[in-house]
């Protein structure tokens, strides 16, 4: 007796499609993302700070990453897609340095020099 029902069409595999496992790696990774792996007492003693020092230090690591330097140059450009200013970004240096997360070198004129201190 056949009353219309197929086991079939409840296959796992049609209801879920997955991606195929060959897919590269360029196909996965479209756009920008933050590579990590940041550590998570670093990232929370960043996150505990005032203002938009939060911003400051996860676009750190994003020239970080970027550069494969823990040593990079923080432009008032970079961090104006991360909706921070320049003054913002002077403070959450500051509040980074203080913290010990960071050390700045600056110079008059320039843009700073920035390295990331892992803890």
Same mark, same amino acid.
């Given at each position: #007796?056949?009353?219309g ?7 796992f595999?049609?209801?879920?499609p ?9 196909a996965r ?5 933050l590579?990590?792996?940041?550590? #998570?007492?670093?990232l929370?003693?960043?996150?505990r700070?005032?203002?938009r ?11 970080s ?7 990079? #140059?923080?432009?008032?450009k970079q961090?104006?897609e991360f ?10 240096l ?16 320039r843009?700073? #020099? ?6």
């Amino acid at each position: #007796m056949r009353d219309g029902f197929d086991p079939a069409t409840l296959a796992f595999e049609r209801l879920l499609p997955f991606p195929p496992r060959h897919c590269s790696q360029g196909a996965r990774r479209q756009g920008r993302f933050l590579k990590g792996p940041i550590s #998570m007492p670093w990232l929370e003693r960043a996150a505990r700070l005032p203002g938009r020092a939060l911003h400051v230090a996860l676009a750190l690591h994003h020239q970080s990453a970027l550069k494969r330097s823990a040593t990079v #140059m923080l432009s008032n450009k970079q961090l104006a897609e991360f909706g921070v200013d320049r003054d913002a970004k002077r403070r959450g240096l500051v509040a980074l340095e203080n913290a010990g997360l960071v050390i700045v070198e600056r110079k008059p004129g320039r843009v700073p #020099m920035v390295t990331i201190v892992e803890l």
